[in-house]
């Protein structure tokens, strides 16, 4: 399987719930990000990793917790969710070289509804 | 911080219609700017990427088009078909993430 891949397509749960994202890319990709897209805003960014290192954090909220196990997987786990977390979650991968970042390459996303 | 505005909001054309996107960033200093489409409910597939030193890049029926110094970029989309109805979002490198504009709607009517 090539691209970047999310799963699962489509999630529903609770407020009291936990959860988890998964993201996996067979791009060779060193670098990973977890955007958010609710209707009618720009595409939100939550997390960046670079070679495993979390290297951003925009002010989200701790009910979300990123994790990169190794360059290819990322997560995003999920607790405590509000019915205004609900929004369409996407995985992007990227190769960052010397000469910076290059094009991002997106998943198909995780359609997540808190009820 | 970098602002990047994308008009129109939504566009309908027939099919066969020659038609441009518009993109605007604020801050002029960008690594490079990508264009993507987006159909509904799905994920974002990237349709080209223009390097910081490039003016413009084409593919197939696409092309855009980049100036920095007046920080603006288009997608020119030829002979336009049903298929090509998505929404198309710019994005821009700027420092160490990428912004998004919020996306032009395109309608392809047959």
């Known amino acids: 399987e090539t691209g970047v891949t999310q799963t699962p397509r489509h999630l529903v749960m609770g407020m009291t719930n936990k959860k988890s994202l998964k993201c996996e890319q067979h791009l060779g990709h060193n670098a990973m990000y977890w955007y958010k897209q609710s209707a009618k805003k720009p595409l939100e960014l939550m997390f960046v990793y670079n070679f495993k290192e979390q290297t951003e954090n925009n002010s989200v909220p701790s009910r979300f917790s990123p994790e990169c196990p190794n360059s290819s997987h990322l997560f995003l786990h999920l607790h405590t969710l509000q019915p205004e977390d609900s929004a369409l979650y996407l995985c992007a991968s990227s190769q960052v070289g010397d000469r910076g970042y290059r094009g991002y390459t997106f998943g198909s996303g995780t359609r997540l509804t808190v009820v | 911080k970098q602002e990047v505005t994308q008009i129109p909001a939504a566009l309908s054309v027939p099919e066969g219609e020659n038609l441009v996107l518009n993109c605007s960033f604020t801050d002029s200093a960008i690594y490079n700017l990508q264009w993507f489409r987006q159909d509904p409910g799905k994920g974002l597939t990237s349709l080209l990427l223009?390097?910081?030193?490039?003016r413009e890049q084409t593919s197939g029926r696409l092309n855009a088009s980049l100036d920095k110094s007046s920080g603006r970029s288009t997608l020119y989309i030829a002979a336009s078909q049903p298929g090509d109805s998505a929404t198309y979002l710019c994005a821009v490198m700027f420092g160490n993430q990428f912004y998004f504009g919020t996306g032009t709607s395109l309608t392809v009517i047959p």
């Open positions: 223009i390097q910081s030193s490039q």
